[in-house]
């Protein structure tokens, strides 16, 4: 079956940098769109970015200009690079997969199937 499997994340201080990671396994991902949400103590699940199998990237406004996505396609790996990070960007970081979303539901949570197990990301200042 199919499984995401994340890496990275723990304690930064603001304005540092950190790095997740997001390994899929349990089928082919061609033409996958994969994606980063993220939940605050008490708040909703946001979007934070995505990325379609031909590299297209959709980033969230609370994080553009300061997080970058990307996909490694033939290691089925996703990252997500966190940099000048703030208090507010503490949260429990998901990764997300799922067949070809139409743009327009590429930031609902609920549009997708398969989710990583979750990782801690705390910002202090």
């Known amino acids: 079956q199919v499984q995401l499997v994340q890496s990275g994340g723990g304690l930064a201080q603001a304005g540092g940098s950190l790095r997740l990671s997001c390994e899929a396994s349990?089928?082919?991902?061609?033409?996958?769109?994969f994606a980063w949400f993220r939940q605050a103590p008490g708040k909703e699940r946001e979007f934070v970015a995505a990325?379609?199998?031909?590299?297209?990237?959709y980033i969230g406004d609370s994080v553009k200009g300061r997080f970058t996505i990307s996909r490694d396609n033939p290691k089925n790996t996703m990252y997500l690079q966190m940099s000048r990070l703030k208090d507010d960007d503490t949260a429990v970081y998901y990764c997300?997969?799922?067949?070809?979303?139409?743009?327009?539901?590429?930031?609902?949570?609920?549009?997708?199937?398969?989710w990583g197990q979750g990782t801690q990301v705390t910002v202090s200042s």
């Open positions: 990325i379609t199998w031909s590299q297209a990237t």
């Open positions: 997300a997969a799922e067949s070809t979303l139409h743009p327009s539901l590429i930031a609902a949570p609920g549009e997708y199937d398969y």
């Open positions: 349990g089928r082919a991902f061609n033409g996958y769109v």
